[in-house]
């Protein structure tokens, strides 16, 4: 009898498995594993514990997920150490230097073992602009966002290579960060349709990431990532979104109650997939306890992501790809963004600060 796959993908403390998180993880068998900075010394480090981890879970098709976008948001610069162009740089090129940081990544990731890069990011760069969000934005224009975000979609795809389209419905023109704030906006529900209607462009990928905001005209209480309205009236009604339905990390400020109520009240609305952080045994062990496995119609889903990481599809000429990108982005990218939102909250969390 198969065993059933946990609606989560979790994360672990350190550069190796404790014996605690081994245990749990085998019993618990969750969808998949986030890594981090602090799970990332060196190379050899890195491939044992993706090995490590995938063997304590025991499947062939275990999510190893990253962040891996470019610019200010980046996991493998300890392995790898060069940086990659955010998106905003991207979109100020021809749109062939994205298939190239897409190709370039993918091999990257694909040679440790790494099955899913949490990118692109497809919100709108507004003149309030969001903090958390600075230079990760390709544009404000929704053409140019969905030119861009698809050529580096489906570059990940064709190298076997899972992306994860985020963060939906964005933020809109929310100024505070949802790692450290609540955030919400009242404006109407036309304008939000109109605001997003170009996500519809994206309803076909296989893994889709939901931002935290609260959307007062649907729901003055819930952030869209508790909220059944949201989900079912926004995400799959007017935009009609099909992929596999993961939350933004549920240990962010922008969400209420523990750890517990924010996993069950982020199913119960309709998410397929929970994500959590943190890496707090703890929280993992009562997520795992609350026994929450994958739905029939999230397998279905899955199966899709299935196909894709499990494309063996012989990477292009790295060395050439390299030389190109290396050139066009000379002396761009030594970049100081000071502020990686997701490292400051895991150091808080790290150090007992709320």
């Known amino acids: 009898m198969t065993k059933p ?19 749990l993880f085998a019993t618990a068998n969750p969808l998949g594993i986030s890594l981090f900075m602090r799970n990332i010394k060196n190379g050899f480090q890195l491939k044992t514990l ?27 610069k300890p392995v790898t150490k060069h940086q990659y162009a955010s998106a905003q740089l991207l979109a100020k090129t021809d749109i062939r230097y994205s298939r190239m940081h897409a190709n370039l990544i993918a091999h ?14 497809i919100d709108k760069k507004t003149k309030q602009q969001n903090a958390v969000l600075f230079g990760r934005c390709f544009s404000a224009n929704p053409k140019k966002i969905v030119n861009y975000a698809k050529t580096i979609a489906d570059t990940y795809i064709n190298s076997g290579l899972c992306p994860c389209i ?20 009242d404006i109407s529900l036309d304008k939000i349709k109109r605001e997003i209607e170009y996500i519809k462009n994206f309803a076909e990928y296989p893994l889709i990431m939901t931002s935290h905001i609260i959307l007062k005209a649907l729901d003055n209480k ?6 059944e309205k949201c989900i079912k009236e926004l995400l799959h009604g007017y935009l009609g979104l099909k992929g596999l ?19 069950e009240n982020s199913w119960k609305a309709g998410m ?58 000379e002396g761009k990218l030594e ?15 790290k150090t007992g600060r709320k």
């Open 5 to 23: 796959i946990l609606a989560a993908i979790l994360s672990c403390s350190g550069t190796e498995l404790t014996d605690d998180e081994k245990r």
């Open 50 to 76: 993706i090995k490590e981890i995938k063997e304590v879970i025991g499947r062939d098709n275990v999510i190893i997920a990253v962040d891996e976008e470019g610019g200010r948001v980046t996991r493998l």
């Open 108 to 121: 990257d990731l694909k040679r440790y073992g790494i099955n899913v890069n949490y990118s692109p990011v």
């Open 166 to 185: 985020k963060h939906i419905p964005g933020h809109l023109a929310t100024s505070l960060d949802p790692h450290l704030n609540i955030i919400s906006t």
């Open 222 to 227: 819930n952030p869209v990532t508790m909220s």
């Open 245 to 263: 339905l993961i939350s933004d990390a549920i240990d962010m400020h922008a969400l209420k109650g523990s750890i517990i109520d924010r996993a």
């Open 272 to 329: 397929d997939i929970i994500c959590y952080c943190s890496g707090i045994y703890e929280d993992m062990f009562n997520i795992c306890n609350l026994k929450r496995f994958m739905s029939e119609n999230a397998l279905i889903k899955f199966a899709n992501i299935e196909k894709i990481i499990h494309n063996n599809k012989k990477d292009i000429d790295i060395l050439h790809t390299k030389q190109l990108y290396q050139t066009e982005f």
């Open 335 to 349: 970049i100081n963004y000071m502020y990686d939102a997701t490292e400051v909250l895991n150091q808080m969390l």
